[in-house]
């Protein structure tokens, strides 16, 4: 595996809100590349101008491809308004490598937002050709697997991002609205993005896959109860959240 960091130095403070921004919005190339296993921005504790994006990679050829495709292009683009490179260091990881004694969210265990992107841009590509699911999702907006991406990172543990730029959990029920959903199409759905999860390498231990299942239990089944005839009043509550229960993460 190979680790990229590359780091930045912002023109002033007055730009970290618009960097951030800029980078939420840049990484999404890295979500879909094939190359990337998982990146995060990370803010200097010490220095206000200062960040670092930290990349891992599956070999140092997919680093290589990223940087040379359009994709890699654009996030060069995006950040130089704000921000100008000011180091750059490629490592090798070795085997040497554990986890910590802190229980990481559901999200941080998925993988992040690169997993959970890569896992509904599939899963979605498979719904188009399925006959039962295809209706339902006719006309469904291009970016509507990196919007559910969002969602179930949010539910996960991760950053807010569906409450902050899609509406929250109102706006998610909202879009069931009228859809008539079907038993038959809801257990096809979770076999499904179960049978992509596996596909796209979701981690397959029993505890996440138990909370995996429980969520998709869940969802599904409010899913059909608001497309139906007759739904109840759209919820005020924020996004839920889901964590471990009973069985937290296996460590071996």
């Known amino acids: 595996m190979t680790v990229e960091y590359i780091r930045y130095r912002l023109a002033g403070p007055q730009h970290r809100a618009a960097f951030e921004a800029a980078c939420r919005g840049a990484v999404a190339g890295l979500g879909g590349a094939g190359g990337c296993v998982d990146y995060a921005l990370e803010r200097s504790a010490?220095?206000?101008d200062g960040y670092g994006l930290r990349i891992r990679w599956t070999s140092e050829e997919g680093r290589r491809e990223f940087w040379e495709s359009p994709e890699g292009g654009a996030l060069v683009a995006a950040l130089a308004p704000y921000a100008e490179p000011a180091g750059l260091s490629v490592e090798e990881a070795t085997p040497v490598a554990g986890r910590g004694?802190?229980?990481?969210t559901l999200y941080a265990w998925a993988g992040g937002a690169p997993a959970l992107?890569?896992?509904?841009?599939?899963?979605?590509?498979?719904?188009?050709?399925?006959?039962?699911?295809?209706?339902?999702?006719?006309?469904?907006?291009p970016a509507h697997a990196q919007h559910v991406a969002a969602w179930l990172g949010e539910v996960f543990g991760g950053p807010p991002r569906y409450t902050s730029e899609y509406g929250g959990h109102r706006h998610m029920v909202s879009r069931h609205l009228g859809r008539g959903i079907t038993e038959e199409q809801r257990r096809r759905w979770i076999a499904l993005l179960t049978d992509t999860a596996d596909e796209v390498g979701l981690p397959d231990d029993p505890e996440f896959r138990a909370v995996l299942a429980h969520y998709l239990e869940w969802g599904t089944r409010m899913a059909v109860l608001y497309s139906g005839p007759n739904p109840p009043p759209l919820p005020e509550a924020p996004v839920p959240h889901w964590d471990w229960g009973i069985t937290p993460p296996y460590r071996g």
């Open 46 to 48: 010490g220095d206000p």
């Open 101 to 104: 004694g802190a229980t990481p």
């Open 117 to 141: 992107e890569r896992l509904f841009t599939r899963f979605y590509e498979r719904v188009d050709e399925d006959g039962l699911l295809a209706p339902v999702f006719a006309g469904k907006d």
